[in-house]
């Protein structure tokens, strides 16, 4: 087991190494000249020259490659081009949005999806079975920001039960933040549900015509115990694998969400520096991701471990 | 009234009969065995006494259980009695255990779920049953997972789980015949013990009559749905009065003709081929280890000859026939067809691949399901140079299929059409499409009913005529082994034990694993001797 846990953690490190090399070579060296692609083509060559100076260009590639991963071991990111602010601060913020937002979905999703899929497979082909399926396509076809606009609609502007938009922050207690982060969550957990749903279904299903279901009926087992007890563990593996996905996609893809809600989250702030050519804070924002899918990742492996035996003994 | 009684049972699937009027009965104690080939409705009237069938099957007739009509129970009624009065053990041991829960916690779960103990005497109860078939405590603690186990040790978990209760009926749907030989008799033994001891009814289900020959006490032989003979084991085999037990009889033991062969000559020479295995890590940055699966293995297969190699589960000969193939590299040795290496340099050297086919055990899986039955059958001609086209591709595949007893146009039917024992002549189509001069059968009638396989044996003894075959017949059963092939090669942990005349191997086997694994082989019982007996009592 430890075993196991060792060379998926080395793995970790491996990725996040390649991924930190990959991101600064393609933002930064492979363009041409930064300094003169953040200030447009008509900028004046002195101008050029200072923010060469400033962003540290004129020192060999790699010394700025290790002095950019050194700023971001400690939490230095440098500064940003365009705010003039440090950007470990201004990721921190948007990150006290983003990754709260994040993990509320996914918990939304996953409380929404295993009973339905759980539902769904325990009454495969019947009315049950074709009104969750029924749903879940819904969900799957609709796009979140449709949902986030119904929703406004009904319980922001009608039953006046949250606001519409914005976040009130954590300073005014955790229930009032996540409060305003409600209407957001529920609106991309929906379509996340709605497929993580099916996978839920569709690995029961498979599981269910296995042999040792059948075995377990044996026992004297009802279909509904052997479906708790044989039945959901072994189903979890390509589960697990999806909200790992979901995850990742969430923390950062929510960005239409954000836009919807006014949240002042991660996804406005890459798309604010793209815009801007702050290429810095792009390069910073990626590598955050990065690193929060990678470590989603080996914590979804070390689940897959706690979920089956025969990986732990694989050594 | 007996402990299982089976009255005029029938079954329907939407307008498909299953069963008709099957009537059987097993008394406390005793030992009865249905037996028939697939589609007999042998399991399905298994499962009916478990009530563990499709929703839209239509049952009628009764089955009584210990007094109680189980067509007539309740679900509810039916898990109670599940487990605690009537017991079942399962054909394939490898996927009949749920992976990610211990020996243990399956085990104790059959108590448990009865509410017969509290969780403490159900943990004890556990160890005893496990102890009691085979698996003991320094070996096999309650905390084992599933995959630590090998196929005959499941099996025992899956019995343990089945008396853990100590059932009045076991029901047994073909438990052995995903096992090796030896293994299989072990776990007959055990079943048998298991009868004495506990006075259990067992109804035991099997396609193999040698396996219930000398332990069932009644036999029921069943085809097509219906009970066709009937009676106590001995007088049974003795008189078999319907037409269709002899034939069942006749092919479980069905001997071939096959033609003399010609002057030695080889045609495939293996010397001391070596095959490892890397092995994962013990722990970060150790080397790797290795597992030789073959070790030093040589012999010789000359032109026209019928080579068999017999061995259990594990024992390399797999592995052995993937490297004959050129499919994976060897460590050490030589293999040469006609003097030229089937791997040369790091791939498999083509001039000789396509010298050489193979048919495998699984008829059902061994095609892709989407194309027709000439592009199966022609799939080796990429390994020519100038493969025929046009009127000779045609010409070339209604002879393959006519050579296999099939008809030209079944070239255009895809491969769902046709039944186990006319894809396995598929299969043998496509082997012989290129004129092979070394054709490998992997286990290629394991998967077949006694009389489909008697029929593919005649076909392999024509075949010899008619194309003067040499090939290597691997199987893990001696007796079609005995009847096809010319000289055999016994395997044991990766190496050859044994090797000489078929004939004198079988009869006169001088390595103690040959003698071992001809002793563990169910045999037929000889009819002259049987009839004698039972006049003389």
Known sequence: ?315 | MSLLQIDNLSMDIVNTSILRDVTLTVDPGEIVAVTGESGSGKSMTAFSVMQLLPESVKTSGSIYLDGKDLLQATEAEMCRLRGNTVGMVFQEPMTALNPVKTIGDQVTETILIHKAMSPADAKTRAREVLDRVGLPADRFPLSRYPHELSGGQRQRVVIAMAIALRPKLLIADEPTTALDVTTQAQILDLLKGLVEDFGMGLLMITHDLAVVADMADRIVVMRRGEVVERGPTRSLLAQMKHPYTRQLFEASGHQVDLPPRPEPKPLLEVKDVVRDYRLPRTRPFAPHGHFRAVKGVSFELHRGERLGLVGESGCGKSTLTRALLGLEPIQGGSITLDGEPVFSGTKPNLAVRRKMQVVFQDPFGSFNPRHRVDRLITEPFFLLDEPPTGKAREAAIGEALEAVGLAAPDASKYIHEFSGGQRQRIAIARALIIRPELILFDEAVSALDVSVRAQILDLLADLCRAYDLSYLFISHDLSVVRTVTDRVLVMKSGEIVEQGETEEVFSNPRHPYTRTLIDAAPVLPDLDALGRSLTDA
Do not use: C
């Open chain 1, 1 to 315: 087991m430890l075993n196991y846990i060792f060379k998926r953690f080395l793995s970790l490190i491996i990725s996040l190494a390649v991924a930190s090399l990959v991101i600064f070579f393609v933002i930064e060296v492979a363009p041409g000249d930064p300094a003169q692609f953040m200030l447009g083509i008509n900028a004046q060559p002195d101008t050029v020259a200072a923010l060469r100076t400033e962003l540290g260009l004129d020192v060999p590639k790699w010394q700025r490659y290790l002095g950019w991963v050194a700023g971001l071991v400690t939490g230095d990111f440098g500064t940003s081009y365009t705010y003039r602010t440090p950007i470990s601060t201004m990721i921190a913020d948007r990150l006290w949005v983003s990754l709260p937002l994040a993990i509320y979905a996914l918990t939304l999703s996953t409380v929404i999806a295993f009973p339905a899929g759980i539902y769904a497979a325990a009454r495969r082909g019947k009315g049950g079975d074709m009104a969750v399926m029924g749903a879940t396509q819904l969900g799957v076809a609709v796009p979140n920001f449709w949902f986030a606009m119904m929703m406004v609609l009904i319980f922001a502007i009608n039953l006046r039960w949250f606001s519409a938009g914005g976040f009130a922050g954590w300073d005014k207690g955790f229930w009032t933040g996540i409060h305003s982060l409600t209407l957001p969550a529920v609106s991309l957990a929906l379509p996340q549900a709605a497929i993580l749903a099916r996978v839920m279904r569709s690995a029961l299903l498979d599981i269910l015509g296995e042999d040792f279901m059948r075995t377990a009926r044996a026992k004297g087992l009802t279909r509904r115990q052997a479906l708790w007890r044989h039945g959901v563990r072994n189903a979890l593996i390509p589960v697990l694998t999806i909200i790992g996905l979901q995850f990742s996609f969430l923390l950062a893809g929510s960005i239409i969400i954000e836009q919807v809600f006014y949240l002042p989250g991660l996804g406005r702030l890459v798309f604010q520096a793209i815009s801007s050519r702050d290429l810095i804070v792009v390069e910073s924002v990626v590598m955050l991701l990065v690193f929060a899918v990678i470590t989603v990742n080996f914590l979804v492996d070390l689940a897959y471990a706690a979920v089956d035996p025969r990986l732990r003994s694989r050594t």
